[in-house]
């Protein structure tokens, strides 16, 4: 997904994304919702490995520990996050900044280079979600056993769902790398931007949310999923299978639109809108085998998407 931001917003987005995700780390250690290592030796570290490993992050080991100190992720979920989680691992547990940078090991690992800087920087801060509702998000249902019953742990902290690598995010990492990125995403310009609207979340996030939302939908394309919509109220079971299962979020309510296939959802939890209106727009593409283009809405913490055809079809 993070090339395709790239490729939509012009930006180089890697570095931003392995900041976020160190931010994320150190807050989350902070407050206790992760286990803080302590020492110099990762192998002491066993409640921060296993839940690393447990996340489906990979394994790391530490490779050197002089003036450059080196760390070794195996089979590393996503280079830039492994990074930034190491490095906010490491300043955890030394009580020392370090400036950090990563590159590709010999042996398709990934090595996470530290250097120690004396500055003080202050730690992250709470972030406010616009969108974050009470209800708690669907996750599965008995309909989805199938789609579990193929879950996969395997050794070296990676774990898959039919045969795809699967790893956990937190939307705290998601919403501190959005930070990051926006202010220098100045408009929309990538080619299917017209098809994405969003209101409610404030102006700034616009044209951010095209972009993360048309690059959802190419990768749940992408992915050759067949679907089937004979009434507006299909609609539940698909966001059941392509939201809930992945902890994404869930249906409230369905409407008709109009007869061209046109739908009208309110939701009763989300993880992220803009990651929600892509793929059920993508959902939308393969049963209509047309464009098609999304409308969000938060009005008084109440969430709806708009679905239907990105042009006008004669009744």
């Known amino acids: 997904m993070v090339q395709g931001l790239e490729k939509r917003t012009e930006n180089n987005l890697g570095r931003r994304l392995a900041h976020a995700a160190l931010e994320h780390e150190e807050r989350f250690m902070r407050i206790g919702d992760l286990s803080k290592p302590s020492g110099r030796d990762p192998e002491a570290w066993s409640d921060y490995v296993s839940d690393w490993e447990s996340r489906g992050l990979g394994r790391f080991r530490l490779l050197d520990d002089e003036q450059d100190i080196r760390i070794l992720a195996e089979a590393p979920a996503s280079g830039q996050i492994c990074a930034g989680s190491l490095a906010a691992a490491w300043e955890c547990a030394t009580f020392r900044r370090h400036r950090f940078t ?47 019953a193929d879950f996969r742990a395997e050794d070296g902290g990676t774990w898959s769902i039919m045969g795809e690598r699967k ?5 705290d990492l998601i919403s501190r790398f959005e930070e990051y990125c926006i202010p220098y995403v100045k408009g929309n310009t990538f080619a299917r931007s017209d098809d994405y609207y969003c209101d409610g979340l404030g102006d700034k996030r616009s044209a951010w949310f095209g972009a993360l939302a048309d690059s959802s939908r190419e990768g749940f394309v992408s992915e050759g999923h067949h679907v089937l919509v004979r009434d507006h109220t299909d609609w539940i079971s698909i966001a059941r299978r392509h939201l809930s299962s992945h902890g994404l979020g869930s249906l409230l309510e369905t409407e008709k639109m109009d007869i061209n296939g046109g739908v009208r ?40 998407l708009e679905l239907r055809s990105s042009r006008e079809i004669a009744d």
């Open 265 to 304: 959802l309110t939701f009763s939890g989300l993880f992220h809108p803009a990651i929600a209106s892509g793929i059920l727009l993508g959902c939308w593409e393969r049963a209509n085998g047309r464009n098609g283009r999304a409308d969000f809405y938060l009005v008084s913490g109440k969430s709806t």
């Open 102 to 148: 990563w590159s590709d090991g010999s042996s398709g690992g990934l090595i996470v280079s530290l250097i120690e800087q004396h500055a003080d920087v202050p730690s992250p801060k709470a972030l406010d979600i616009p969108w974050k509702e009470s209800a708690s998000i669907e996750t599965t249902s008995d309909g989805d056993q199938d789609y579990w």
């Open 167 to 171: 790893m956990m995010i937190h939307l």
